[in-house]
């Protein structure tokens, strides 16, 4: 496992805490480092936090992202701007914790993504089955492709997993809850704020007006659910 902080402080504390699960730690000072780090042996998981000299967090996930490396990645961030959320989703990290953050809830996401990265059809409905249509939305979770009226998608693995599970059950509603265990199964710890910026990152994707969806509607006290929008048009 590889821990990316330039905090020496901070660092130490998050290498005993993974050592003490019996986790081998290489601690990184810089974003270089990390991608050295990475490239001479992947991790199961990269602890990555976003300020950092040489390359910030956000470049090194854009380009383990860009080199195809599918590790499971948690950044660790002060910013807690709504942007800076959907950028770091964007890009390609599977969950994200705020400074200050707990250590033991550090370590229960952790596991969680461990977890989730090991499990046998953890990405199920994402890894196979048929295309899965709603409208002319596509998912196609044996390819991990997505088209809207034709058009190729790009997707992280988060949306994809988010999408997938929207696309098996059109017009089902799912509470954030549930979507949460699409993307890291069941865990106390996680926030329903990620999939809150996951949903805003699919609507700038698969909507024409993300601000005014037709697609990917949101169930007020409830959830979100996938449509077709010619559906409604059909109705009306």
């Given at each position: 496992m590889v821990v990316?902080?330039?905090?020496?402080?901070?660092?130490?504390?998050?290498?005993?805490?993974?050592?003490?699960?019996?986790?081998?730690?290489?601690?990184?000072?810089?974003?270089?480092?990390?991608l050295d780090a990475?490239?001479?042996?992947?991790?199961?998981?990269?602890?990555?936090?976003?300020?950092?000299?040489?390359?910030?967090?956000?470049?090194v996930v854009r380009v383990l992202r860009a080199e195809r490396r599918e590790l499971p990645v948690l950044?660790?961030?002060?910013?807690?701007?709504?942007?800076?959320?959907?950028?770091?989703?964007?890009?390609?990290?599977?969950?994200y914790m705020t400074k200050p953050y707990s250590p033991r809830e550090l370590m229960a996401r952790v596991r969680t993504l461990l977890r989730r990265a090991r499990r046998?059809?953890?990405?199920?409905?994402?890894?196979?089955?048929?295309?899965?249509?709603?409208?002319?939305?596509?998912?196609?979770?044996?390819?991990?492709?997505?088209?809207?009226?034709?058009?190729?998608v790009e997707c992280t693995r988060g949306e994809f997993r988010i999408l997938a599970a929207l696309a098996a059950g059109p017009d089902r509603v799912?509470?954030?809850?549930?979507?949460?265990?699409?993307l890291h199964g069941f865990d106390r710890y996680s926030s329903d704020r990620t999939v809150d910026v996951h949903i805003m990152n699919l609507r700038k994707k698969i909507e024409p007006a993300p601000r005014k969806p037709v697609r990917l509607l949101t169930v007020f006290g409830v959830g979100y659910k996938l449509t077709d929008p010619a559906k409604g048009e059909r109705r009306a």
């Open positions: 990316a902080e330039d905090d020496e402080k901070q660092a130490e504390l998050v290498r005993r805490y993974l050592e003490r699960e019996g986790h081998a730690v290489r601690i990184v000072g810089d974003g270089l480092a990390a990475v490239r001479h042996k992947e991790p199961d998981l990269l602890v990555l936090d976003v300020m950092m000299p040489r390359a910030d967090g956000l470049d950044m660790l961030t002060a910013r807690t701007t709504e942007d800076d959320l959907l950028l770091g989703l964007d890009l390609g990290a599977d969950d046998p059809g953890a990405a199920a409905p994402a890894d196979d089955g048929p295309v899965l249509r709603v409208g002319g939305l596509a998912v196609d979770p044996e390819r991990h492709e997505v088209t809207v009226e034709g058009v190729p799912f509470s954030r809850p549930r979507l949460l265990e699409e």
